[in-house]
């Protein structure tokens, strides 16, 4: 019976994913707006500055049952004010779907909120490994200098609900206090 090479690569010390087809998303400072807290501070960076970018493999279309998605996110180092970059965040749209993410390299936070609003956050090294809870939003953070780069794995009906933390955002956020990450209320 025949064996065959792995369907694709991922790299597990960059999380760069090679052998298949990837689709990705770009996250610049014009895409984020609203995202940071210090406006000021946001208005001042160049519109085109990358802040994350992310390569993802869909072996099914999106919102199939039963299915799983796979990727990396790769967020740049830098700071919005106080304010560390970081992604957009989500609810999923089945808000019962959990997802499992696994840093490759850098370091940075996993900054969680349930729908009552309570936040916490877990440091992210490399190897380390978290597991979003169902109905829990969810935003990583590059708390270093370096690219901070995690993999993840979702169902593939879990969709995306960013409209929520569009209208509400996180119940705190991730801040360089005395050269320190804090989670402080928002
Ligand atoms: O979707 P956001 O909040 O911009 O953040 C990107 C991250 O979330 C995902 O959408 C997965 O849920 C991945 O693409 C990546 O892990
Ligand atoms: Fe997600």
């Given at each position: 019976m025949e064996i065959s090479a792995p369907q694709f690569v991922t790299d597990w010390?960059?999380?760069?994913?090679?052998?298949?087809?990837?689709?990705?998303?770009?996250?610049?400072?014009?895409?984020?707006?609203?995202?940071?807290a210090d406006e000021g501070a946001f208005s001042q960076l160049r519109p085109d500055r990358l802040v994350y970018r992310t390569a993802c493999v869909f072996p099914v279309p999106e919102g199939t049952e039963g299915g799983v998605f796979w990727g990396t996110t790769f967020i740049e180092p830098g700071t919005v004010g106080a304010e560390y970059f970081m992604t957009k965040g989500h609810f999923h749209a089945k808000a019962d779907r959990m997802e499992a993410y696994f840093t490759f390299g850098g370091t940075g936070l996993l900054v969680l909120m349930d729908t009552a609003r309570n936040c916490w956050a877990e440091e992210m090294t490399p190897g380390s490994t978290h597991l979003i809870p169902p109905y829990t939003a969810h935003r990583t953070v590059n708390t270093g200098d370096d690219v901070f780069s995690f993999g993840a794995c979702w169902p593939s009906d879990a969709g995306h609900d960013y409209d929520s933390i569009a209208e509400s955002g996180f119940s705190a956020r991730a801040l360089r206090v005395d050269g320190i990450p804090r989670l402080v209320p928002a």
């Open positions: 010390k960059t999380g760069v994913v090679t052998g298949t087809e990837v689709q990705g998303v770009e996250r610049r400072v014009s895409d984020l707006g609203g995202v940071f």
